[in-house]
């Protein structure tokens, strides 16, 4: 008999997640019928959208959402013998039962590569600065790309991407380390949007001609700014807004329309489960500039199940260079 822990949403959050919120469970979990697969997982991923969709999505006492890179331990279903690996959405539990329904067999996985990365530059973050880039702001060699949360399992694979293809890429980020490392991997400018004295002033020292391209991870006042800055016909991609997710008020901000018509301005948002029927080529090329070197992956782990919770809250407060993961 296995006994499984899992995480669950005690309380909804209001405001910032607090310890409080969760609540540690065990259970027993039943034997296998023909068919099922029982996992144990190996990493699992704190993203930023468990904040909002939590409120959105879930009731107080559901284990809380999210994504594993997992390995079978015993199996009675002959895809998935004892041994392989898989990202499931099983949310954050130490083991489970599946049917084998809804998970994604790892790929090929050179041996050097951490399995993580499946959850990070090589899975749904890493897809998300892919299509986001080349679906959305539609990047051209030549083009000055405005990335923020730079330093993060996104941004940092945006500005690498725009990098290959092409493109100047400015960065913001929340720490001076995270400004440094965005140096080191290849960012051409970088600010502390924290400590800079005026993010306008920022912005246009890093790029005086302005951008064309902003993928957006953050919203709220920076966006605004930004907005101002960006060149005829620019494009926005709005990836997220996580400046806003824990605000127990909307943000109210100057209106988008006048600098989207003084430069006839595209801004779209998505979310990156559009683009499923490209997803497997997508992870064979992020793969390949992985282990060729062309992209460069910093993970932020964290070890032990029982701290998924100051992992996730760690996450939201910037703790993180890189993707954020919970090794088991
Ligand atoms: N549309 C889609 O399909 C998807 C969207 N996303 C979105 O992409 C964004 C980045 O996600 P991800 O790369 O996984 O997370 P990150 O790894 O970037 O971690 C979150 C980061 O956000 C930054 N941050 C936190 N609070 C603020 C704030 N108030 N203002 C500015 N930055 C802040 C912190 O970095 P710092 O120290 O720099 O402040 C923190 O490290 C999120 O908005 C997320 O919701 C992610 C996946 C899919
Ligand atoms: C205002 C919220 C914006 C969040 C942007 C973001 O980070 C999106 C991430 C998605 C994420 C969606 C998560 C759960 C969907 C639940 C659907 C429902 O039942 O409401 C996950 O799919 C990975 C990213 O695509």
């Not at 992985?290 to 199940?305: A, L, N, Q, R, S």
Request: aromatic share 10%; charged share 25%.
């Amino acid at each position: 008999m296995v006994r499984a822990k899992s995480w669950v949403l005690k309380k909804h959050f209001e405001g910032f997640p607090k310890d409080s919120d969760f609540e540690l469970k065990e259970v027993e979990l039943p034997k296998l019928k023909d068919g099922d697969v029982l996992f144990e997982s190996v990493f699992l991923s704190v993203d930023p959208y468990m904040r909002p969709y939590s409120t959105r999505s879930m009731k107080e006492g559901d284990t809380m959402m999210g994504t594993q890179v997992a390995r079978v331990v015993e199996s009675k279903n002959p895809t998935y013998p004892v041994g392989t690996y898989v990202v499931a959405n099983s949310g954050w539990r130490t083991h489970f039962i599946s049917d084998g329904k809804d998970l994604h067999l790892l790929p090929f996985w050179p041996e050097k590569i951490p399995r993580s990365l499946a959850l990070g530059t090589i899975g749904m973050p890493g897809l998300t600065a892919y299509f986001g880039l080349f679906e959305i702001c539609k990047i051209r060699a030549g083009d000055t790309v405005l990335v923020t949360a730079a330093a993060g399992a996104v941004g940092s694979v945006v500005g690498q991407l725009a990098k290959i293809g092409g493109c100047k890429v400015v960065g913001c980020a929340g720490s001076d380390k995270k400004v440094a490392y965005l140096k080191q991997i290849g960012f051409d400018e970088a600010f502390n949007y924290k400590t800079v004295g005026s993010l306008e002033e920022a912005l246009k020292k890093a790029s005086p001609d302005g951008y064309d391209c902003y993928f957006d991870n953050v919203g709220g006042e920076f966006s605004s700014i930004a907005l101002n800055q960006m060149k005829r016909f620019g494009r926005i991609a709005v990836c997220g807004a996580i400046s806003g997710y824990n605000d127990t008020v909307p943000q109210k901000g100057p209106y988008v329309q006048i600098p989207m018509l003084f430069n006839q301005l595209s801004m779209e948002g998505f979310i990156v489960s559009r683009w499923n029927d490209k997803r497997e080529e997508a992870l064979k090329r992020l793969l390949k500039w992985v282990v060729e070197g062309k992209i460069k992956c910093e993970e932020h782990v964290t070890e032990g199940f029982e701290k998924m919770p100051a992992a996730f809250m760690g996450m939201l407060k910037g703790e993180n260079l890189g993707k954020a993961v919970v090794k088991v």
